[in-house]
C-alpha cells in the first residue's frame, strides 16, 4: 500500500518518536473490510503500533458495523472520533449526513462494547434553522451517551460545496452572529456543568481525555502526512501532498513521493503561525516555547498592542501564558489578527469596549489582510 510506503519514507527521513497517529481528514470507515484491514496494517507495520499512546480513527454512525469496529481494534486503534453532528432529522438533512438520530446510540454502544478506549462525539451549531433549544438537546443527547471528549464547531461555509453554493442561491439562510454566539456559549457553561474541561476553542475533555494528536497541531509540533491531500511540518518545512487518489498513486510509483508544494516556514511565519495556534488552547500561547523557538521575546514583541487587549478584557496574561479571556474567545481571529499587527505593520481595529458579537469564523479584514500577507491557509 502506497500510504504504508510514503509512511515509511518519511518516518526514515525524520527519525524520532512516533507517538500518536490520526486517521481521518475524510471518513476511513466507509472503506470496505479488506481495504481498512489493508491500510490499518500498512499503518501498524510501519508505525509500531505498540509504541504508539494515542491512535484515533473518524467515523461516522452510518459506516461502522460490528465486524469495521473488530478490525479497528485489532489494528491497535484506541479512540475513535464520530461525527454525530446533530440529533434532529432536518438539521442532519441540511448538512446531508447520511445517518439518522436513531443510528447514533448504537453505533457509540458498538464501540464501547468492542472496547474502544475513548469515543469522542462531533457536533455542530449554527446549522441553518437551527434554534437554541434544538442546540441544548442535541448536547443533551451527547451527554448521555457519556463519551470521553466532546468537539462543538460552528458551521463554516467552505468554497466550492453545495451548501455554499445553497447560501449563495439564497436557499438557506445562514445562522445569525449573536444566536451563533449564544450556542457556543452554551456549550461551554453546560458541558462544564457535568465535568467537561473546555481546553481548546472547540474541544471539550473528561480529565485526562484530551485529543493527544491535535494538540501536536496547536502547540506547533513537528507531524507527518501521509495520504493524498495530506499536510506535514518536519524540521521547519511544510509540505502538501496532492489531492487526486490516480495522481498520488502515480507520483508514489514513478518518484517516490507524492507532494504537490512544500515551503520553509521562517521565523515571521512561525511567530505568526504560533499566535494562531496556540491561542486556540485555553492555556494559551506559552512565553518558554514562543521565546525558545523564534528567539523573540513575546511581550516586548506586542507591546502597547497587547496592553490595549487586556484593557478590552479580551485577553489575559500570567507568568507563563497569554491567554484569551471568554469574551475573547467569541472575536478570537480578530484578536489575534491585533496581535500580529504588532510586527506587520497593520493598524490595530479593535478600539471598543468588550462585546458578545460573534466574530471567531467572520474574520474582519484585518484577519484576512494579515492571513495573506503571512500566508496562513
Not at 437551527?130 to 463554516?156: F, K, N
Not at 512544500?262 to 516555547?289: A, C, K, P, Y
Request: glycine share 8%.
Amino acid at each position: 500500500m502506497r500510504i504504508g510506503r510514503e509512511l515509511g519514507i518519511r518516518l526514515r527521513d525524520s527519525p524520532g518518536n512516533l507517538r500518536t497517529v490520526f486517521i481521518g481528514g475524510g471518513t476511513p470507515t466507509v472503506l470496505r473490510p479488506n481495504q481498512l484491514i489493508s491500510l490499518l496494517d500498512a499503518v501498524s507495520r510501519t508505525a509500531r503500533v505498540d509504541r504508539i499512546t494515542e491512535f484515533t480513527v473518524e467515523a461516522n454512525p452510518d459506516t461502522i458495523d460490528d465486524d469495521k469496529v473488530k478490525l479497528l481494534v485489532q489494528g491497535g486503534v484506541t479512540r475513535v472520533s464520530m461525527g454525530v453532528q446533530s440529533f434532529f432529522v432536518r438539521e442532519l438533512a441540511t448538512l446531508e449526513r447520511l445517518h439518522a438520530p436513531d443510528d447514533i446510540a448504537p453505533s457509540v454502544e458498538m464501540l464501547r462494547r468492542c472496547d474502544i478506549r475513548q469515543i469522542n462525539l462531533d457536533l455542530i451549531f449554527g446549522i441553518p434553522g437551527q434554534t437554541l433549544d434544538t442546540w441544548l438537546q442535541s448536547l443533551t443527547r451527547a451527554i448521555e451517551l457519556e463519551p470521553d471528549h466532546m468537539a462543538c464547531y460552528g458551521l463554516t461555509y467552505e468554497s466550492g460545496t453545495r451548501l455554499t453554493a445553497m447560501r449563495r442561491a439564497g436557499r438557506i439562510t445562514p445562522c445569525d452572529e449573536q444566536l451563533e454566539a449564544d450556542m457556543y456559549l452554551c456549550a461551554i457553561d453546560t458541558l462544564s456543568e457535568v465535568g467537561f474541561e473546555q481546553y481548546e476553542t472547540s474541544n471539550f475533555a473528561r480529565p485526562g481525555c484530551m485529543c493527544r494528536h491535535n494538540l501536536i497541531y496547536w502547540r506547533n509540533e513537528p507531524y507527518i502526512g501521509v495520504g493524498p491531500s495530506a499536510a506535514g511540518y518536519v524540521d521547519g518545512r511544510r509540505y502538501k501532498n496532492i489531492v487526486d487518489i490516480d495522481d498520488y498513486i502515480r507520483m508514489m510509483d514513478t518518484q517516490g513521493h507524492a507532494e504537490a508544494e512544500s515551503e520553509i516556514v521562517d521565523t515571521h511565519m512561525l511567530m505568526t503561525e504560533m499566535i494562531m495556534m496556540q491561542l486556540r488552547l485555553v492555556e494559551g500561547l506559552s512565553f518558554e516555547s514562543f521565546r525558545k523557538r523564534t528567539g523573540v521575546d513575546p511581550l516586548a514583541l506586542f507591546g502597547d498592542v497587547l496592553d490595549r487587549l487586556v484593557d478590552l478584557g479580551f485577553v489575559t496574561v500570567s507568568d507563563t501564558h497569554i491567554a484569551l479571556t471568554r469574551p475573547g474567545r467569541l472575536i478570537s481571529d480578530a484578536v489575534m489578527a491585533e496581535l500580529v499587527s504588532a510586527y506587520v505593520g497593520q493598524k490595530p481595529r479593535l478600539s471598543t469596549t468588550p462585546t458578545t458579537r460573534w466574530l471567531g469564523r467572520a474574520s474582519p479584514d484585518i484577519s484576512k489582510k494579515v492571513a495573506q500577507k503571512c500566508r496562513i491557509p
